[in-house]
């Protein structure tokens, strides 16, 4: 079993949304994902999707987006991103899933073989640019989320277990200094953390290690609409 990420597919297919005019490389950006999706992963193989799935303002519209994923193979692992407001009420989102290779996270988490997966959220963290009150209470909301997520996963684990923490917002500013969720990452020993929301040609690294834990930025613009091992 092989795992996989990729974030920010942006899917507009009930609700256009052209998104070649954020860039030419956007032009037939989801044939780009779904070639290298096929490509790569086979159906015991795991998909991580860091959130902003849809543009969709409805469930209706959004699980049409998600839909489009269901002839690819493997699970589907998805959390909620800033841009997913059709995703309102996790009980109607799993129960609108395609089929059972979809699985939705929202402060929980979800066991599949070797590996965990822990998945909520997440907000800008402190020393981001214009950080403001409101951010402030969000950021400790999300951190709050997290920790449940994580109280989740302690009755599940077993000491082999391999565990991933997915999570929509990067989970610290440009420098990387330590916030309530590198914290939690540690205390709960994470293996690796992936998340998106950053899109655009500043600069943020694909891949880093603070304190022993590989983080990887996927969103599917930084990635050049390629999936990314994890593990």
């Known amino acids: 079993m092989k795992v996989f990420a990729i974030s920010d597919l942006h899917l507009s297919g009930l609700k256009e949304k052209p998104m070649n005019i954020f860039g030419e490389n956007w032009e037939g950006h989801f044939e ?12 015991e193989d795991v998909v991580l999707i860091g959130g902003d799935t849809s543009w969709g303002m409805k469930l209706e519209e959004g699980m049409f987006d998600v839909a489009r994923l269901a002839p690819l193979p493997g699970k589907k692992v998805f959390i909620r991103g800033n841009h997913d407001y059709w995703w309102n009420g996790i009980t109607r989102v799993r129960a609108s899933a395609p089929d059972d290779t979809f699985l939705f996270l929202q402060n929980d988490c979800v066991k599949l073989g070797p590996y965990i997966v822990a998945g909520s959220r997440g907000w800008t963290c402190p020393g981001s640019p214009d950080f403001t009150e409101r951010d402030e209470k969000l950021y400790l909301r999300e951190a709050e989320r997290f920790r449940l997520a994580f109280q989740e996963v302690r009755k599940v684990r077993a000491e082999e277990d391999r565990l991933i923490a997915l999570i929509h917002y990067p989970p610290f500013n440009i ?5 309530l969720f590198t914290r939690l990452f540690e205390e709960n020993s994470v293996d690796k953390v992936v998340f998106g929301h950053l899109h655009g040609s500043g600069f943020f690294p694909l891949k880093c290690e603070r304190g022993g834990i590989e983080y990887f930025l996927t969103s599917c613009d930084k990635v050049n609409f390629r999936l990314t091992q994890i593990f």
Do not use: L, Q
């Not at 780009?32 to 159906?43: F, Y």
């Open 32 to 43: 780009k994902i779904a070639s290298d999706w096929r490509a790569k992963v086979s159906a």
């Open 175 to 179: 420098r990387r200094e330590e916030t």
